[in-house]
Structure formats: structure tokens, C-alpha cells
């Protein structure tokens, strides 16, 4: 590829996303509906050796207003005081009941084997599945029932508030808002059932029962670890509309606390997303290109300049200041369109603005773990989480059990 070439494919990787980060703002809000009568929901959670969590979770469900609650828990073969914590808190409120999982079947992911069961152990028409380290504001129900009867849709997922608190956490975490914002066509998603632009939450999936039943629900994702991206395709697929909403302000969440545990959380589905084998290539380019290039060459500026202006460089076509001054302008508008989404998510989101400012470091580090996990599912090495070990390339559980 020649310097001119270089230059534009740069320019054109960072722009285009900038502007798609910049309409998708506008259109990725908060619910802002509000019930008229409470409704009947099921608040369903699947639990495995979340002793450092349940209580809180619990409490902060219990705790939403004006909507008709039933709240059941998977107890999904802990170890730790799991089962004991929720059964005194449904010793305290009848609303809450206790469900233990079978053993896990063959071919089953053990998080949608456990929200399979928890479907079938309620009798709400609409239910909530939401992950045990989430927590949930007392209107965030309310507020996001209200929005699912307002858009007619059959799922709504969104984004919880990211705590994070380690290096690798605020680094990584922040950069879910790019990638969902910066390619996902929001608008199409909402015209459309086209399961190719299905997106989602799998920390929080507010579903209508009939609808969930039709499309198979986790069953039809069983061997999975990627819930939020492959339910909604399988509502769509079967023909229901899904949505997305920003609940920035109506729940929060600590999805990994610490190195180890952000770097095989985000490997653990990545080839079900970017290290997907037909477009890690593009992608990583495309990321590459846009995101970290225009740093690199800031960071090797005076150099740069220097080369191109040497009257015995011809690399770049420039001949004249004229010239000289439209690559500059282009990589400066690169530069700039590489960092305003970030900056943007930093302040909408409430994400540290150490991660926007090390936003390409954050892109290289993303970057390493899609590749770890594709030579990983290359290699057929298992990929463990919450003590289970599961074969990436089919998602089917190696050892069902701790």
C-alpha cells in the first residue's frame, strides 16, 4: 500500500465510525416512558457461586417500584453460601424463591441451561433476565417495561453503568459503547428484523413470554456463551423486533474484578463477535487503521514530517506546500475522529476519561484478546469460566461440573 493510499484508508476507518458513534447518540436513549398501571414481571437470575453477590442484587430488585414482582433464582451447583443467602432472603419475602439446576446436559452453556429453567419456573408474561452482579435502580423495571410497550418490541436489552476500578477494567471495558456505537446501524436494527444487526445485553434482557417461547429462546442458543448478541438473533430470526436502550442511569454493574478475569471474560465469546474467523482480518484493520494509526503517527510526528517534505522522498506525491498541507489536514481529522467518540461516551456514560485518552492502547489490548481467543478456538483449547470448562469452538460443556 502506497503513503496517499495509507492515508485515506486511515482517514476514511476513523471518520466512518465517528460519524456512525455520533447519529447512534442520538438514537441509543435512556426509557423515558413511565407505567400507567404496575404490570406482572419475572425477575430471573442465574446464580453460581455468586455469595459476594446475590444479597445486593437481591435487594436492589426487591427494592423497584410500581411493578408486580416475582423474583426467581437459579442456584446453579455453588460451592460457596449462595443457596444459603437466598433462602433467608425468601424466608424475609415470599416474592423470592429458590430454584437449583439439574446437571448441566451435554451440549448446554451452563448460563442458558440456567435461564431456560428459570423460564419455565415463572408464570409472568413478561420476563427480566438480569446477571447477579447487576444492580438495578428501584425504577429501571418500571421505566423499561414501559419503554417495551411503547416500541411494541419483543426483547430490550441495554447497557448497564460499567464500575471499574483495576488498569485493565477502566482500559477495556469503556470501549463496549465504541464498538456497539460505532458499528452498529441502530436505525436499520430498529426497521428491520434482520438478525445480521441484532445487538444486546446479556446483564439485562427484558423479553415478552409468548415471544421468547416462539423463537426457542436459550434453548436455540444452548450451546453459547454469548447470550446478548445470539438471543436477540434468535428473536429475529423468528421474526420479533428487539431494541436497545442506555441505562446508564437506571443500573450499574462490576462485570470483572480483576486482570485476569477482564481478559477471559472478554475472550470467553469473542469468537462469536470481532474474532469471529471471516472478519477478525477486516475488523482488526479496520480498527488498527482508524483507532491507532493516527497516534502512532502523532507520537512519530517531526520524523514524519521530515519525510514527507525531503526533496528525495516521493512516497506521499508531495510536491508543493499546498499538498503537503491536505495530508496534514486529513491526518489530523483522523486523529481527531479517533478520539471524539471516546471522549463523548467519557462524559454520556460516565467512563473515566483516563480510558478515552488511551483509547488506542485500549484498541491494541482489545485487539490481542479477539486474537488470543481465536487461536485458542483454533487450537481447541477449552475456555474456562465460573469453574466450567467449554470447548470454543462449539460452546459444549467439556466438564459440567466444578
Not at 463496549?176 to 438478525?195: A, K
Request: hydrophobic share 50%.
Amino acid at each position: 500500500m502506497t503513503l496517499p493510499l495509507l492515508f485515506v484508508a486511515m482517514f476514511v476507518c476513523a471518520v466512518v465510525p465517528a460519524i456512525l458513534f455520533l447519529v447512534n447518540l442520538r438514537r441509543y436513549r435512556p426509557p423515558i416512558s413511565a407505567l400507567a398501571d404496575p404490570q406482572r414481571v419475572a425477575v430471573l437470575i442465574p446464580a453460581r457461586n455468586e455469595e459476594a453477590n446475590i444479597a445486593a442484587a437481591l435487594s436492589a430488585v426487591l427494592a423497584s417500584t410500581h411493578v408486580d414482582l416475582e423474583v426467581v433464582v437459579l442456584d446453579d451447583a455453588s460451592t460457596d453460601r449462595t443457596p444459603r443467602i437466598i433462602l433467608d432472603i425468601a424466608a424475609r419475602d415470599p416474592r423470592v424463591h429458590l430454584l437449583s439446576s439439574s446437571h448441566l446436559p451435554a451440549g448446554w452453556n451452563g448460563k442458558q441451561h440456567a435461564c431456560w429453567q428459570l423460564s419455565h419456573a415463572c408464570s409472568a408474561p413478561l420476563m427480566l433476565f438480569v446477571d447477579a452482579d447487576v444492580r438495578l435502580h428501584p425504577d429501571a423495571i418500571a421505566h423499561s417495561v414501559a419503554e417495551l410497550n411503547r416500541t411494541g418490541v419483543a426483547l430490550l436489552s441495554g447497557f448497564p453503568r460499567q464500575i471499574t476500578i483495576t488498569f485493565f477494567e477502566w482500559l477495556l471495558l469503556p470501549l463496549i459503547h465504541f464498538v456497539l456505537l460505532g458499528f452498529l446501524p441502530i436505525g436499520r436494527m430498529r426497521r428491520s428484523t434482520d438478525p445480521s444487526v441484532a445487538a444486546g445485553c446479556g446483564q439485562f434482557l427484558l423479553v415478552r413470554r409468548e415471544a421468547y417461547l416462539a423463537s426457542g429462546g436459550h434453548a436455540a442458543i444452548r450451546s453459547t456463551m454469548h447470550d446478548g448478541l445470539r438471543l436477540p438473533r434468535a428473536f429475529r430470526r423468528a421474526g420479533f423486533r428487539t431494541d436497545l436502550v442506555d441505562l446508564t442511569h437506571l443500573a450499574e454493574v462490576r462485570m470483572y474484578d480483576s486482570a485476569a478475569n477482564v481478559w477471559q471474560g472478554l475472550a470467553k465469546n469473542a469468537t462469536e463477535g470481532i474474532a469471529a474467523p471471516a472478519t477478525i482480518i477486516p475488523i482488526t484493520l479496520l480498527l488498527l487503521l482508524g483507532q491507532v494509526l493516527p497516534t502512532a503517527l502523532l507520537l512519530f510526528g517531526p520524523a514524519l514530517v521530515y519525510f514527507i517534505w525531503h526533496p528525495h522522498t516521493f512516497l506521499l506525491g508531495v510536491t508543493n506546500a499546498s499538498a503537503l498541507t491536505f495530508w496534514l489536514s486529513a491526518f489530523l481529522l483522523a486523529l481527531l475522529a479517533s478520539f471524539l467518540p471516546r471522549l463523548l461516551a467519557s462524559r454520556r456514560f460516565c467512563q473515566p476519561l483516563k480510558s478515552a485518552l488511551l483509547h488506542p492502547l485500549g484498541v491494541l489490548l482489545l485487539l490481542a484478546i479477539q486474537w488470543y481467543a481465536l487461536i485458542r478456538q483454533l487450537l481447541r483449547r477449552p475456555v474456562g469460566w465460573r469453574q466450567r470448562d467449554y470447548t470454543s469452538s462449539t460452546g459444549t460443556a467439556l466438564n459440567s461440573e466444578p
